[in-house]
């Protein structure tokens, strides 16, 4: 190949290139059909935000590599599916971590943190043996490790996601408490109090209550609604807040005090916790002291008169 013909070729790539990226910012830039259309649509009543059906939208296609891809990922996911198990309880993460991702569209991720991991690996092996040829199969069952940690480390990345939203939602919970309270005694009835704290607040408790009326909204018994959040959100306290309110509305007892009492008892809670934490990190800023401080201490204290002993000894 000569070297006009090896010139007029990359010349060509790097014009079909050229094509094909800038066809692709006038596809991006071109405004969508629902932005173009909800001008003339302001009258037309809104979808509840939880009732929307979460499908993308068809005017703007993802890569190819994705689409070609995707058959790929969702048989690793399933096979992942089949020898890890435990649907159900992923499922129940997911919604505990208030995630709108299914239990096959989590799976895939596993599978891209593993390929991930997988390849990040490969690559450093790979570096290391144009240096030092002769270690493929270490660097190999390290690749296969690192995949493993990648899919382990998505798990626990879910697990840290549930942590945090349960922490907001304990934080948020007497505040929010407080002002149910407040509605329910001003004379409000509970299911509008529910609606005026939902629209007032802002935060993960606020969220679940918005969604508690958009089920009520859809037909569903206010009672069975609170259900449905306690199952979501997994807490105790959440749980007698859910019960107490279902019996509120069942009974018609009081529901002001009970309120009340749940947000002291949650205050008194996170209270006892904050103690317990800086107790646990007295006994840990002991360490540092017992093993770095003290020892140079006793260094300091001992070492003069040791080398005086040596001077003084014949």
Not at 132 to 141: I, K, T, Y
Not at 184 to 195: I, K, Y
Request: glycine share 8%; with cysteine; charged share 20%.
């Amino acid at each position: 190949m000569t070297l006009a013909l090896t010139g007029a070729l990359l010349g060509l790539a790097a014009g079909a290139g050229a094509v094909i990226a800038a066809d692709r910012v006038r596809t991006l830039r071109r405004p969508p059909l629902e932005s173009r259309v909800a001008p003339y649509l302001r009258d037309l009543p809104q979808v509840h935000r939880w009732l929307r059906p979460d499908v993308p939208p068809s005017d703007s296609p993802g890569p190819a590599a994705v689409a070609l891809l995707k058959p790929l990922l969702e048989r690793a996911a399933v096979a992942l599916g089949d020898l890890v198990g435990g649907a159900a309880a992923l499922r129940r993460k997911l919604e505990r971590a208030g995630s709108h991702l299914t239990v096959e569209q989590f799976r895939i991720s596993q599978v891209v943190w593993g390929i991930g991991g997988f390849v990040a690996c490969t690559a450093l092996g790979i570096l290391a043996s144009l240096r030092s040829p002769g270690h493929a199969l270490g660097w190999l069952l390290l690749s296969f490790v690192a995949g493993c940690l990648g899919v382990i480390a998505r798990e626990q990345r879910l697990s840290d996601q549930v942590r945090r939203r349960e922490e907001r939602i304990l934080a948020e919970f007497p505040t929010v408490a407080d002002l149910l309270a407040l509605s329910v005694a001003a004379g409000e009835g509970a299911t509008a109090a529910l609606d005026r704290v939902a629209r007032s607040c802002h935060g993960e408790l606020a969220l679940e209550l918005d969604r508690v009326l958009a089920d009520t909204r859809a037909g569903m018994p206010v009672s069975v609604a609170l259900d449905a959040l306690s199952r979501r959100t997994g807490l105790p306290v959440v749980a007698r807040f859910a019960e107490g309110f279902a019996v509120a509305l069942e009974r018609g007892t009081p529901l002001a005090d009970v309120l009340h009492a749940q947000a002291s008892d949650v205050r008194e809670a996170g209270r006892r916790n904050l103690i317990e934490a800086g107790a646990r990190r007295e006994v840990a800023m002991m360490i540092p002291v017992v093993f770095l401080v003290l020892p140079v201490t006793v260094v300091f204290a001992f070492w003069p008169g040791l080398i005086g002993l040596r001077l003084v000894a014949p």
